[in-house]
């Protein structure tokens, strides 16, 4: 049992101390984990094709985690990565800084939606733009296909309001494309456990019926996470409803 997907404070809306997720996944009889932060960039520039950095915290992440491995290193193996939005325009400058900055995997949250009026947006916001939708699936194939992200966060992110039978056609394509790039896709305990619009039930229905790769991550934003086995239950019986297998990733090394 892994999990790649844990944030920390540093994002700004997570709780709790990096030991304290580390304690609550070794109790919960994880053997290896990943912390996963949310890329630490200035949000108002970084979609426009400036890559910022917020260097202090992402400084700061990088030598706690580390610290800790080595602390905890006879208990738990313990990776250092990133959850990573895909902006064409900054990805070789992000790859380079995050390199360089130690981080070992990144894997995909394509959080970001553009708007038709040329703006952006959180992807989880409600919306009936096809053509944002449209976007937000190019994107995140285009992120695929450079090989370096180990797997594709919550896929089902984007909340499309309009035409069900769209969304179900396009997102049939998406899976069928997907697939055919081995890409591994995650079922996400937060969206699973708040009852979000992700997990979609058309979606994993669709996944299932392509045979996709599933792995499922926690999108742990606060220790107690890791201890509420019971939830992780009721998601691999809800996948086994759907005749869906899993299986723990395969980080890709920066
Ligand atoms: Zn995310
Ligand atoms: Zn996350």
New binding site residues.
């Given amino acids: 049992m892994i999990n790649l997907?844990t944030?920390t404070v540093r994002c700004g809306h997570a709780r709790g101390t990096d030991r304290e997720y580390i304690e609550a996944a070794i109790a919960a009889g994880y053997k290896e984990i990943g912390f996963?932060d949310?890329s630490f960039l200035n949000l108002q520039q970084y979609p426009a094709g400036i890559f910022r950095p917020d260097e202090e915290n992402a400084k700061d992440y990088v030598q706690s985690i580390r610290a800790l491995r080595e602390e905890y290193k006879d208990r738990i193996t313990i990776h250092l990565g990133m959850?990573m939005e895909y902006v064409a325009k900054c990805y070789d400058e992000m790859l380079a800084y995050y390199k360089d900055l130690g981080i070992e995997y990144f894997i995909l949250?394509q959080h970001i939606a553009y708007t038709d009026e040329g703006g952006y947006t959180y992807a989880g916001m409600p919306s009936e733009s096809l053509k944002s939708m449209d976007r937000y699936i190019d994107d995140c194939l285009e992120a695929m296909s450079r090989g370096v992200f180990t797997y594709l966060?919550h896929p089902d992110l984007f909340k499309y309001m309009g035409d069900r039978n769209i969304y179900r056609e396009r997102m049939a394509a998406f899976i069928e494309k997907l697939v055919a790039e081995n890409v591994q896709l995650e079922y996400n305990r937060?969206g699973f456990y708040e009852h979000r619009n992700y997990p979609d039930p058309v979606f994993w229905e669709l996944v299932s019926e392509a045979h996709a790769d599933v792995c499922v991550a926690l999108?742990a934003h606060s220790p107690d996470v890791y201890t509420d086995t019971e939830t992780v239950k009721r998601m691999h019986e809800s996948l086994e409803e759907l005749g869906l297998r899993h299986r723990d990733p395969t980080i890709i090394r920066l």
């Fill in positions: 997907h944030h996963s949310h959850e949250g966060a937060l999108d």
